[in-house]
């Protein structure tokens, strides 16, 4: 099955840097990898997501790249504010032969603090 | 607005109590799912339903299951809570028929404390 590493698992930032996490997948067949934020004491909420046609999508301060020959995605944030603090999650899934039933398989979880 | 609730945001049970967890949904959504979140590990599949009354294990499935008799509700069973079970439980809903088909939707989570 799908294996997904994210790193790091905290990042420390201070306001209006950037802040970058990666992750890498095992199953060449995933084709959506999306990224979730999870506040506190709240459930993880997608934040952005790309597909394996696409090598880059933004969204205003946020940005993912995809690397599908290394098998590697990254989520950018740029000018980085106190309420981007948070745990983000990457995630795959593969859609290959219709039955995965929107299965992700999700990354360990990055620790962001950005300070004032 | 997309709402997932789950029963009980705290719980605390001993060991060896049957444990149920609660989630609904009110997007009519065709799939629900049920991770447990745990430091350092991100969030784990323990059980997914793609239909009422279907169900597929995910990836740790032990020591749990589950029931879905309405499309809207989905139940996470502890069938005899042990320590290892402490964590938090998150509920996700998501549906292929929607335009984001493959978002999910998450609730609060459910943290279970088992002494």
């Known amino acids: 099955g799908e294996n997904v590493e994210q790193h790091p698992s905290t990042l420390s930032v201070q306001e209006g840097d950037s802040a970058v996490i990666k992750c890498t997948y095992s199953d060449s067949a995933s084709n959506y990898f999306p990224w979730y934020k999870q506040e506190l004491g709240k459930g993880p909420q997608l934040i952005i997501d790309?597909?394996?046609?696409?090598g880059e999508k933004k969204d205003q301060r946020i940005a993912v790249t995809l690397n599908k020959t290394a098998k590697h995605f990254s989520l950018h944030i740029t000018e980085t504010q106190p309420e981007d603090s948070a745990v983000y999650f990457c995630a795959a899934s593969s859609n290959a032969g219709g039955t995965s039933y929107g299965k992700l398989t999700f990354g360990q979880g990055t620790i962001l603090t950005v300070h004032p | 607005d997309v709402k997932v609730t789950q029963s009980s945001r705290y719980l605390v049970k001993r060991t060896g109590e049957k444990v149920f967890l609660e989630c609904v949904q009110d997007m009519d959504h065709e799939n629900m799912f049920w991770y447990r979140q745990d430091p350092g590990l991100g969030l784990r599949l323990i059980y997914f339903?793609?239909?009422?009354?279907?169900?597929e294990k995910g990836d740790i499935p032990e020591g749990y299951s589950v029931s879905r008799e309405k499309k809207e509700r989905f139940s996470l069973i502890l069938e005899s809570a042990s320590t290892n079970q402490t964590s938090m439980y998150l509920c996700a809903s998501s549906s292929p028929l929607a335009g984001d088909t493959d978002t999910q939707y998450f609730g609060p989570g459910t943290r279970l404390t088992v002494l």
């Open positions: 790309i597909r394996s046609n696409v």
């Open positions: 339903s793609y239909d009422v009354k279907m169900k």
